[in-house]
T-cell receptor
Framework: AQSVTQLGSHVSVSEGALVLLRCNYS??????LFWYVQYPNQGLQLLLK??????LVKGINGFEAEFKKSETSFHLTKPSAHMSDAAEYFC????????????FGKGTRLSVIA | GAGVSQSPSNKVTEKGKDVELRCDPI?????LYWYRQSLGQGLEFLIY????????KSGLPSDRFSAERTGGSVSTLTIQRTQQEDSAVYLC????????????FGPGTRLTVL
C-alpha cells in the first residue's frame, strides 16, 4: 500500500523568497514520484517526476525536487517565488511497475505575497 | 486540441437525478483514469481502464457510480440518483500505458448537486 503526506495545507511566502513544499511517502516497493500543479479552475499539470536515476529532478518553471530514499521524502523547492507560482500543488506516488492509479497527497496551497 | 478534454465543464443537478460526465483522452493513450477532487480531500481514485482489460473499479464509492469506455477511447462516468455528497470536481486523466505512468489531466467537470 502507498500513501502520501504533504505537510502544510497552506504555505505563504514572499515574492523572491525560497519555496519549500514538503512531501513524504510510504511505499512497499520502489516508487515513482510526481509533483503536479493546479491553477484555479484548471486541471493538473505535471511539474516534474522521479522514476529512476538522478535523485535531483528539475521541472518546469524553475522547480526542482530531490528524492531521498532514507527520508522517504520528495520535497519541492524553488529558489525564488514569483507571483505566478500561486496555485495548489499535489505530490503523488506510483509503484515501480507504474501504469496504475496515482496516490495523491491532500495538496498544499501556495500563496505568494508581494 | 492535443490534450484531454472533458464535458461539461460545469454541471448543476438536483438530488436524485442521474448525470453523465464525458472524457476524451489524448489520441493513442491506452490508459484512462477517473479521479474525484473534493474540497480539502485531495484527489481520490475512482476507476481505471487499460486497453481491453477489465476496468479496475476498486475506487468507486458506491454502486450508483459506473463508467464505460467505448472503442478504447471516449469514457463516460455515470452517477445515478445523485446525492449532495457527490458534489466535487471530477477529473479524467490518460497515459500511454507504460510503467512510467505519466498521466495527463483534463480540466475537470465541476458537479454541484442541489
Amino acid at each position: 500500500a502507498q500513501s502520501v503526506t504533504q505537510l502544510g495545507s497552506h504555505v505563504s511566502v514572499s515574492e523572491g523568497a525560497l519555496v519549500l513544499l514538503r512531501c513524504n511517502y510510504s511505499s512497499s516497493v520502489p516508487p515513482y514520484l510526481f509533483w503536479y500543479v493546479q491553477y484555479p479552475n484548471q486541471g493538473l499539470q505535471l511539474l516534474l517526476k522521479y522514476t529512476t536515476g538522478a535523485t535531483l529532478v528539475k521541472g518546469i518553471n524553475g522547480f526542482e525536487a530531490e528524492f531521498k530514499k532514507s527520508e522517504t521524502s520528495f520535497h519541492l523547492t524553488k529558489p525564488s517565488a514569483h507571483m505566478s507560482d500561486a496555485a495548489e500543488y499535489f505530490c503523488a506516488v506510483s509503484p515501480y511497475s507504474g501504469n496504475t492509479p496515482l496516490v495523491f497527497g491532500k495538496g498544499t496551497r501556495l500563496s505568494v505575497i508581494a | 486540441g492535443a490534450g484531454v478534454s472533458q464535458s461539461p465543464s460545469n454541471k448543476v443537478t438536483e438530488k436524485g437525478k442521474d448525470v453523465e460526465l464525458r472524457c476524451d483522452p489524448i489520441s493513442g493513450h491506452t490508459a484512462l483514469y477517473w479521479y474525484r477532487q473534493s474540497l480539502g480531500q485531495g484527489l481520490e481514485f475512482l476507476i481505471y481502464f487499460q486497453g481491453n482489460s477489465a476496468p479496475d473499479k476498486s475506487g468507486l464509492p458506491s454502486d450508483r457510480f459506473s463508467a464505460e469506455r467505448t472503442g478504447g477511447s471516449v469514457s463516460t462516468l455515470t452517477i445515478q440518483r445523485t446525492q449532495q455528497e457527490d458534489s466535487a470536481v471530477y477529473l479524467c486523466a490518460s497515459s500511454i500505458g507504460d510503467r512510467h505512468n505519466e498521466q495527463f489531466f483534463g480540466p475537470g467537470t465541476r458537479l454541484t448537486v442541489l
